[in-house]
Nanobody, 118 residues
Framework: QVQLVESGGGLVQAGGSLTLSCAYS????????MGWYRQAPGKERELVAR???????AYADSVKGRFTISRDGIKNTINLQMNSLKHEDTAVYYC????????????WGQGTQVTVSS
């Protein structure tokens, strides 16, 4: 069974920074990509940033230049460094893992709340 555990959420003032971490465990041999998504109240879940196994990142336009995604293959974690936070970044942030083997599957973490006060 594959598990993803997010950490690092919390309350921060606008303009501040937070770092989210996602640790995965379980039977995963090959990963297509991992990423961070977020869902604000009343809105659909949306992509924030993703990273492939070769380290290529991609970002939503709304966070480009402010957020940085990184992966530590040894520690089996991905991180999301969030700078210059805005009130509109307030949401529950979810970690996603898209595996290739032994099974092609998608796994989600339980989510971590990020609240940015204006």
């Amino acid at each position: 069974q594959v598990q993803l555990v997010e950490s690092g959420g919390g309350l921060v003032q606008a303009g501040g920074s937070l770092t989210l971490s996602c640790a995965y465990s379980g039977r995963v041999f090959r990963i297509r990509e991992m990423g961070w998504y977020r869902q604000a109240p009343g809105k659909e879940r949306e992509l924030v940033a993703r990273i492939t196994t070769d380290g290529s990142p991609a970002y939503a336009d709304s966070v480009k230049g402010r957020f940085t995604i990184s992966r530590d293959g040894i520690k089996n974690t991905i991180n999301l460094q969030m700078n210059s936070l805005k009130h509109e970044d307030t949401a529950v942030y979810y970690c996603k893992l898209n595996s290739l083997s032994p099974y092609s599957n998608i796994y989600w973490g339980q989510g971590t709340q990020v609240t940015v006060s204006s």
